[in-house]
């Protein structure tokens, strides 16, 4: 229990943000949408136009293979391109478990999360995406441990600026923010 009297769920699965396009059929029609984290269990959705009200649905998710970058350098990172470890396409089908709705707002009424969970996901499949969450999670404790140095170290501020770009956090200017984000995906792992 925590402080405040409420109990910590702990996941079956970890689960690792993971910021990309996926790509889902419905009536011979396909449709985009916006994957927010990823478990060898399931997958969060967002950015959804909307979702078929089916037993299973095919998806299409982009893994990234990213390597481990704490013994990377500066000019390592920089030089640091995708193409080099390809992202890996997943076929699967998933079932919907839970839909989330973020606000009442009129612009966000027919867009939603959706907690999805894979109905077919092959070993080969399950071990990409727990190779992904592990390599994450120590790139993640490895953002973390380079963001605690920016005011001691000068390059540590650039390196957090790459990485952190690198791993999906874009377009953050502010490094109180970056530490607010990290730190929340870091905990959200397990709970």
Do not use: C
């Amino acid at each position: 229990m925590t402080s405040a009297g409420s109990v910590k769920h702990y996941r079956k699965h970890l689960r690792a943000p993971l910021y990309d396009n996926i790509l889902f059929e419905d009536d011979n029609y396909v449709f985009k949408a916006r994957t927010l984290n990823i478990s060898e269990g399931g997958i969060l959705l967002d950015a959804l136009p909307h979702f078929p009200a089916k037993e299973s649905v095919g998806i299409l998710v982009p893994v990234p293979q990213f390597p481990q970058f704490k013994n990377f350098s500066l000019e390592r990172l920089k030089d640091y391109s995708q193409e080099l470890f390809p992202k890996k396409i997943l076929p699967m089908k998933v079932t919907m478990v839970r839909r989330e709705t973020e606000t009442t707002s009129v612009d966000d009424v027919f867009r939603s999360r959706i907690g999805a969970a894979f109905v077919s996901a092959d070993h080969q499949t399950k071990k990409i995406i727990s190779d992904y969450v592990d390599v994450f999670v120590s790139n993640i404790v490895y953002l973390q441990a380079i963001l605690d140095q920016v005011n001691v170290d000068k390059t540590s501020l650039e390196k957090v600026k790459v990485l952190s770009h690198i791993l999906g956090y874009r377009n953050l200017n502010k490094i109180a923010l970056l530490r607010k984000l990290v730190t929340h995906d870091y905990q959200n792992l397990q709970w």
